[in-house]
């Protein structure tokens, strides 16, 4: 191969603009083509620097969306002839000292954010308005970068507990991290900031991009009611309601209830049609709603180790009829080449609640110990980065699943 003409075209490309109009996932296709280029390329020192200095670039842009910098920046540069802003306005906009605003600007700059024009003025560019706080995307930048504070503590906390996996919840890494004994979602009711930032993650189109569950599990098959009065879905620990709003879009013919139930102050924030019945209610405690044709989890028993885990099924056993099904939503782990969101998920789990991402076998090993049969195991075809799969648990036994 001439590798010097493959830098040329790669060069024409990249000065001609014409990736503007590239379909999404032929987008998807090249990003990840030019991410295995990339990593074939990097040298080790390279590839360390880079990722050593990867919190840097973070830090820098929560910095500008804690300032509600990227507001401003939007809002003046529309307001303006040239487009052009100045560091100066935007200081006295945000009401912080304009040295450090022109140095958080500076930084965005490197990471393509902004572009500079002279030593005060820039202008946007296609990431900038990515951050506005009306974007789910500054939401994540908080919510992500409040979880380094966390994950920095790793080495100490392992150093202190004799290198053990964390499997206890009260002893997790994010408990000793902040010295207490809250717990991440006792910690975050009280801190409205990063709760906010949460939700609106969880709520996100970006884990809602790929297919729907109800695209790879049977639910006309599966999910039917007597009549209209039967719960027909409740999803427990259902964040904002997002999942069942997207169900009843999708089915608006299915007959039957269907219900969210999550913590008080998250439950009171739901958005959700009046079709959705919201309600507070703490998984650990006794499930009200009985006999429902299906409790679904999405991602919340990754949140637990398997001794809460198993607590919060076997509430939901307890409430089922002879016909219910338990519906988890969650990644399944695959023995080898976990992809690289996987892992961070895995270690996010590990330092927020001392849990893990499962492989379909812990899966099964967890619905056991809850009094349950694994009866169906569904996932999209083809793979998909989330892993995403549906974990059917019920009383029957199934011995092909
Ligand atoms: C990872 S989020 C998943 C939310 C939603 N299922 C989704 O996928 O978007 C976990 C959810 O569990 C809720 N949760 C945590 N502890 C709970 C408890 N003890 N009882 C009920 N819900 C709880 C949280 O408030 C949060 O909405």
Redesign the pocket.
């Known amino acids: 191969m001439d590798i010097s003409q493959l830098i040329e075209s790669i060069n024409q490309v990249t000065s001609s603009g014409k990736l503007e109009n590239v379909d999404p996932q032929q987008r998807t296709q090249l990003s990840e083509a030019c991410d295995r280029l990339k990593r074939q390329c990097e040298s080790p020192v390279d590839k360390t620097i880079k990722l050593l200095y990867s919190c840097h670039q973070a830090i820098a842009i929560r910095l500008a969306v804690d300032l509600k910098l990227f507001d401003a920046i939007v809002k003046r540069a529309s307001e303006s002839e040239d487009g052009r802003v100045r560091v100066g306005q935007l200081s006295e906009d945000v009401k912080a000292d304009p040295k450090l605003v022109g140095r958080i600007m500076k930084f965005l700059v490197t990471l393509d954010i902004l572009e500079q024009h002279t030593s005060d003025t820039y202008s946007t560019t296609r990431f900038t308005e990515t951050y506005v706080s009306t974007s789910w995307m500054s939401g994540a930048v908080i919510f992500f970068t409040h979880m380094f504070l966390f994950v920095a503590k790793l080495p100490e906390y392992f150093e202190a507990k004799g290198w053990k996996n964390p499997d206890d919840i009260e002893d997790s890494p994010f408990n000793f991290a902040l010295g207490s004994k809250t717990g991440y979602?006792g910690y975050m009711s009280s801190k409205p900031y990063y709760q906010n930032a949460f939700d609106t993650v969880?709520?996100s189109p970006y884990?809602r991009d790929e297919k729907s569950w109800t695209d790879f599990f049977p639910v006309e098959e599966k999910l039917r009611v007597q009549s209209p009065s039967d719960v027909l879905l409740v999803?427990v620990?259902?964040?904002r309601g997002?999942?069942l709003l997207s169900f009843r879009e999708r089915f608006p013919n299915l007959q039957g209830r269907l219900v969210l139930?999550?913590?008080s102050h998250?439950a009171e924030t739901a958005e959700i049609s009046s079709e959705i019945e919201a309600q507070v209610?703490?998984?650990?405690d006794e499930q009200p709603v009985k006999g429902a044709k299906a409790y679904y989890l999405?991602?919340?028993l990754h949140?637990w180790p398997d001794k809460q885990a198993v607590e919060i099924l076997s509430r939901i056993r307890e409430a089922m009829a002879p016909d219910s099904v338990v519906l988890i939503h969650e990644k399944a782990m695959p023995e080898t080449n976990i992809p690289w969101m996987a892992a961070i998920g895995d270690m996010t789990m590990m330092t927020a609640f001392s849990a893990a991402e499962r492989t379909k076998n812990e899966w099964e090993i967890l619905l056991n110990k809850a009094g349950l049969n694994l009866t169906g195991f569904w996932k999209p075809d083809g793979t998909t980065a989330q892993q995403q799969v549906i974990i059917e648990g019920s009383f029957h036994s199934c011995k092909d699943c």
Do not use: Y
């Not at 209610?281 to 650990?284: A, D």
């Open positions: 979602f969880m709520a884990r999803d620990g259902g964040g997002k999942d139930q999550d913590l998250v209610h703490n998984f650990f999405r991602t919340v949140d």
